[in-house]
């Protein structure tokens, strides 16, 4: 039985948490067996396509319909459920995302799939299907057994070594028999950043609080984040204001992020933020008030005045390098 | 217009989490329960669009007895009727068939709900409802909204948003910021209480994967401060100890 693998890219090139996706599968099929195939919907290079192989996939089928370029989830989902199918797949992987999670959903029903979200390891598979995943926004997991035949799996950022030794994929075109109503959802335009580091994709993040003062004074965090290749974000009261966009929210009911670094400046750390940082490997808290909660959350902390400190630290970066 | 929102009760977000019985049940000890915050968005939306097109509003939760608190906030904050399948939900695919079939039998023109629940996070119940019924689903929604028998709306995606339009009837979930949380006032409140809220019974017990223990993470070490005049230090930390730099 295959091992399907959901293959999500932007700006021309395959997302590196699909990639770490691919990576979990090869460990998986190395534990249960089965060949690992991806499959990339849209336009998408070959030489992209490939890179997939080095992550650990055997095949990589590219359905390349132009209309799939954009992430309708209707459409998505059919044209992943039809070459789940094809190969005679038991299970697919994917990279939790706000498209991935979309897609996973509708997939679940269509293949009669058991869907388990958030997962941090691979699963037990001794007398059993059960999956670690994360719930309560972080603060705990859930041993979760899986009882169909079918298997769903959305993989949280960082739950796997990116695997980078892999072969060389081969790439077949598959066609995808979809129809208008696949279609009913129309994009009419998108407005992203080009040429950033995405914030949930990040290994680095560089957030700040009300403690910046106004968004005049952001300068001082994107040459941190510029000088560190990490991407910036905020905290909840910075994006209700308008200070930053939305997109950079980080928290509960904003974006969850799980980097490797998270650097959080004249931020206090309520509650509600920790949820969306405590997946990170190394937290760094830089606040002129030495009571601010975020201190007990972190691993490296300075106190002191955020106009003072984080130039001195962006310097010494530098001097670093 | 017809609109059915889905809501979870979930712990407040400022709770303690803890379990009991060896793990295999949370601890509601001391926890206030609330409507799920991306849930209560969701709510805040469709009670606006209620009140600009007319029509009207049922607010649905698959929970035993204990959420009813939780509708009866849901019909104080404006929702016309309530609906609440009498069953623990189990798992997401569980819950999804029940409001699939509710909101079949409803035929509502929009279903609404949180992006996800904040207790297990899936983000998957709005998807799998699509499918069963064959609607379009999308999610995460910021801005939504109704002209005729079509919607317009954004949804955020990594590092931005797309705009999308769709016909009714269509399934989404919601997030911030596309309402403002609406509190309750005290003529809601009143209302509320004579508001029918009916308990239906489970069409299906079919379950794709089931919880067998829960974890807390392992607790954190304290933290190690840096003289502020000293950044020079944390740089050597981060490259030496933290192997990041």
């Known amino acids: 039985m295959s091992i399907l693998v959901y293959l999500e ?3 021309g090139a395959v997302k590196k948490s699909s990639l770490e996706a691919v990576s979990y599968a090869h460990a998986l099929s190395s534990k249960v067996g089965g060949e690992v195939v991806a499959v990339a919907l849209g336009n998408i290079s070959f030489e992209e396509l490939v890179k997939a192989g080095s992550a650990g996939a055997a095949k990589v089928y590219h359905v390349a319909d132009e209309k799939l370029s954009v992430g309708i989830i209707q459409a998505h989902a059919n044209a992943v459920g039809q070459v789940f199918q094809k190969v005679g797949a038991n299970t697919l992987v994917l990279a939790k995302s706000s498209l991935g999670d979309a897609v996973a959903a509708r997939l679940a029903v269509q ?15 001794e ?3 059960t999956v670690k995943r994360s719930i309560y926004t972080g603060k705990a997991f859930a041993e979760t057994s899986i009882t169909s035949d079918n298997k769903i799996l959305a993989v949280k950022k960082n739950a796997i070594n990116l695997k980078t030794d892999g072969g060389e994929a081969t790439v077949e075109k598959f066609e995808a028999n979809l129809e208008d109503k696949d279609f009913a959802a129309k994009i009419t335009s998108t407005d992203q950043a080009t040429g950033e580091v995405l914030l949930p994709e990040a290994d680095i993040v560089v957030s700040g609080g009300r403690g910046m003062k106004g ?13 560190l290749g990490a991407a910036t974000g905020c905290s909840k009261p910075v994006s209700d204001i308008g200070w930053r966009p939305h997109h950079e929210h980080v928290g509960q009911t904003g974006v969850k992020v799980a980097p490797s670094l998270y650097v959080a400046v004249g931020i206090s750390g309520a509650i509600q933020h920790l949820a969306g940082v405590n997946g990170s490997k190394y937290i760094v808290v830089i606040n002129k008030d030495p009571e601010a909660p975020f201190f007990k959350a972190a691993d490296y902390g300075i106190v002191g005045d955020a106009f003072e400190v984080v130039p001195k630290l962006t310097e010494a970066i530098k001097a670093n390098k | 217009m017809k609109i059915l929102v889905c809501i979870t009760h979930v712990p407040d977000t400022t709770s303690k989490i803890q379990f009991t019985d060896n793990n295999t049940k949370f601890d509601k000890t001391g926890v206030q329960f609330i409507i799920g915050p991306y849930d209560d968005y969701a709510l805040a939306r469709a009670v606006e669009l209620r009140d600009q097109t007319g029509g009207e509003l049922t607010v649905l939760n698959v929970g035993e007895a204990e959420t009813e608190p939780t509708l009866r906030k849901a019909l104080a904050i404006g929702a016309d009727k309530a609906i609440r399948v009498n069953a623990f939900p189990k798992d997401a695919y569980f ?21 996800e629940s904040i207790d297990f996070n899936g983000g998957m119940v709005h998807g799998m409802v699509g499918e069963l019924l064959g609607m379009p689903s999308i999610s995460p929604v910021m801005k939504l909204d109704i002209e005729g028998q079509s919607a317009k709306m954004a949804r955020e995606i990594e590092g931005g948003k797309e705009y999308i339009e769709v016909d009714l009837p269509f399934i989404a979930g919601c997030q911030e910021p596309i309402a403002e949380w609406k509190i309750p006032n005290m003529r809601g409140i009143m209302s509320a209480r004579t508001k029918p809220l009916d308990v239906v019974e489970t069409i299906s017990d079919e379950t794709f994967s089931q919880v067998n223990a829960f974890q807390l993470p392992p607790a954190k070490g304290a933290v190690q ?4 005049d000293n950044v020079e230090e944390l740089v050597r930390l981060l490259k030496n100890e933290a192997k990041i730099l």
């Open chain 1, 215 to 227: 968004p005049e004074n952001w300068d001082m965090i994107e040459d941190l984040a510029k000088e």
């Open chain 1, 127 to 129: 007398g059993g299907y």
């Open chain 2, 225 to 228: 401060l840096i003289d502020k």
């Open chain 2, 95 to 115: 819950v999804a068939l029940q409001i699939a079939h509710y909101a079949k039998e409803g035929a509502y023109d929009l279903i609404l709900m949180g992006r």
């Open chain 1, 111 to 125: 293949l009669k799939a058991g869907l388990v979200s958030n997962v941090v390891e691979l699963p037990e598979t």
């Open chain 1, 9 to 11: 890219h932007t700006e």
